[in-house]
């Protein structure tokens, strides 16, 4: 079984959360709760990923990964 590294976000929007994956283009959900978008861009990274090598496209992978927050005031 091949296993590869992702990079996701999650993010709280007005209704519940966004969840995407910056290495593949167009990978994308939400959810009620942070817990069932984590749950739901899981398993719409693995069908990304399980179309890809079926097609023999090449599966990218996180090398490094840094993710913080800022605070801007003006």
């Given at each position: 079984m091949e296993r590869y590294l992702l990079a996701?976000?999650?993010e709280k929007d007005d209704?519940?959360?966004?969840?995407?994956?910056p290495q593949l283009q167009g990978c994308y959900t939400q959810?009620?709760?942070y817990e069932e978008?984590?749950?739901n861009i899981k398993e719409a990274v693995s069908l990304v990923i399980?179309?890809?090598v079926a097609c023999g496209e090449?599966?990218?992978s996180a090398d490094n990964?840094?993710?913080?927050?800022l605070h801007v005031a003006f």
């Amino acid at each position: 079984m091949e296993r590869y590294l992702l990079a996701i976000a999650v993010e709280k929007d007005d209704d519940g959360y966004f969840a995407y994956c910056p290495q593949l283009q167009g990978c994308y959900t939400q959810g009620d709760t942070y817990e069932e978008a984590q749950a739901n861009i899981k398993e719409a990274v693995s069908l990304v990923i399980e179309d890809m090598v079926a097609c023999g496209e090449h599966v990218p992978s996180a090398d490094n990964v840094s993710l913080t927050t800022l605070h801007v005031a003006f």
